[in-house]
């Protein structure tokens, strides 16, 4: 699994810079037949596991949020992830839990 969405990631990082329609194109020729083995694999695992496992549940979360996942193959101008979203967020949660106690003398020395 982990082979095929590194395969997925090498395609994006190929395609970047390119234009969304190119990136559509190239992601329903190459990545969409790998992520359609991955569903398929982690499909045929989960019926092969405990239901209850840890490994059930997030193969169950990945297959119900499977459209989500997939997005990119249907939009060229989605990202395979939200890896930029979540840097430029990162500071704004940092800031915040910095300043969580900073409401006091006490909580400012802290």
């Not at 119900?64 to 990202?79: I, M, Y």
């Not at 430029?88 to 800031?95: F, T, Y």
């Amino acid at each position: 699994m982990i082979e095929r969405l590194q395969a997925v990631y090498a395609i994006e990082a190929e395609i970047r810079g390119s234009s969304a329609e190119r990136r559509l194109t190239t992601r329903g020729t190459r990545s969409a037949p790998l992520m359609e083995a991955l569903r398929t694999r982690l499909t045929a695992m989960v019926g092969q596991l405990f239901s209850q496992s840890k490994l059930a549940e997030a193969i169950n979360y990945a297959l119900n949020h499977w459209d989500g996942l997939t997005l990119f193959l249907r939009d060229g101008r989605v990202k395979v992830d939200s890896n930029t979203v979540e840097r430029s967020m990162r500071p704004i949660a940092m800031g915040r839990r910095n300043s969580l106690f900073s409401g006091s003398e006490g909580g400012a020395e802290s």
